[in-house]
């Protein structure tokens, strides 16, 4: 069971990514990226993963050193529970980074790439976002105008 909720928690997940990635234009992409009730399926499958190790769990956060955490991983509910709170936290950013751009008005073939990133290692892809956001910013702020939303032909 563990296994299949470990599982289900980044499927939960995929199909919000998907519509940021391949659909970023559509109407109800951005409906879907402005509501943080996205993660709640995915807190679910951690609270399942979660609950029968609570008592590990609260060690390792309430007082963390590598040990306690290392002995959390080690039991197959801590690592399914930290994995759901990774892929729940992860897809936040990636609503903010996808809300952002679309703000700023990058480009989807610039976003996609850095959304695809984000899900796969998200310190990357948010600093990179982060990088660009700062230099369009700026750029914007330089040259007096307000960002132009994205946009997608249809």
Do not use: C, K
């Not at 599982?7 to 998907?18: E, N, R, T």
């Not at 290392?70 to 903010?96: F, T």
């Amino acid at each position: 069971m563990t296994g299949f909720l470990f599982d289900l928690s980044f499927w939960l997940a995929a199909p919000v990514w998907l519509l940021m990635i391949l659909a970023p234009g559509w109407g109800p992409t951005a409906r879907v990226a402005a509501s943080p009730l996205t993660v709640v399926p995915v807190l679910a499958v951690y609270l399942a993963l979660a609950l029968p190790v609570f008592p590990e769990l609260w060690s390792a956060v309430r007082s963390p050193d590598l040990d306690g955490f290392r002995a959390l991983m080690e039991d197959a509910n801590g690592a399914g529970a930290i994995w759901a709170q990774v892929i729940a936290w992860d897809l936040l950013i990636g609503q903010w980074m996808y809300r952002e751009a679309r703000r700023l008005g990058v480009h989807p073939l610039v976003m996609s790439p850095l959304l695809v990133l984000t899900i796969l290692l998200s310190p990357f892809g948010v600093l990179l976002f982060l990088g660009l956001r700062a230099l369009l910013t700026r750029r914007r702020a330089a040259s007096g105008s307000a960002p132009a939303p994205s946009r997608i032909p249809a």
